[in-house]
């Protein structure tokens, strides 16, 4: 349920998109992020800083969308998301004493300190990767092929490396012994 919470503003986007163009989606996706952000607020009485951060670059680059009349700046918002991700990842193997993918991930799982540590460079590779992946097809396709792209593309690559992070992670994670029953 909360992967569709987070994915509601970007939702919203493709579907105005599609029914009135770049200029009211990127209206509807910043009203979205609002609601969003309100939302959360009000059902935790806690800000969460994905949300914050993302509201954040959709209000100066979609206001920059909207004011100038031109949509490159809406186009290179995942871009300077997945690109501020992706130093925040970097930047946790030289701040602290464990990874960002250890302190969101170690309550779930416990995998060896390399494999975290690995985990962390294949976020920070991921991010970077998707980043400039969105600002190619921004800059080298049309408007619709990039809509597109950012609806179906980065979620699906998203999707994609989520499942072979938990293929990877599935060699390390001990498997609970069954007990036998009593009789």
């Given at each position: 349920?909360?992967?569709?919470f987070d ?40 800000f ?12 100066v680059?979609g ?32 701040i ?7 302190r ?7 995998v ?51 499942f ?18 009593e009789?």
């Open positions: 349920m909360k992967f569709l994915l509601f503003p970007i939702i919203l986007f493709y579907v105005a998109y599609q029914l009135y163009g770049i200029y009211v989606a990127t209206a509807v996706a910043i009203a979205a992020a609002f609601a969003q952000t309100g939302l959360f607020w009000l059902k935790t009485r806690r969460e800083n994905m949300h914050l951060v993302v509201l954040g670059i959709l209000v680059f206001g920059l969308t909207l004011l100038l009349r031109d949509p490159i700046f809406i186009m290179w918002k995942p871009t300077l998301v997945n690109w501020l991700f992706g130093a925040v990842f970097l930047g946790s193997h030289f602290g004493n464990r990874t960002i993918a250890e969101l991930m170690s309550k779930a799982i416990t060896p300190d390399p494999v975290w540590i690995r985990l962390n460079i294949a976020w920070t590779s991921f991010f970077l990767l998707v980043g400039a992946l969105n600002i190619f097809v921004a800059y080298s396709f049309s408007e619709e092929t990039w809509v597109n792209f950012k609806m179906f593309g980065i979620i699906g690559l998203t999707l994609a490396f989520v072979g992070q938990a293929f990877y992670l599935s060699r390390y994670m001990e498997v609970a012994e069954e007990k036998e029953p009789q």
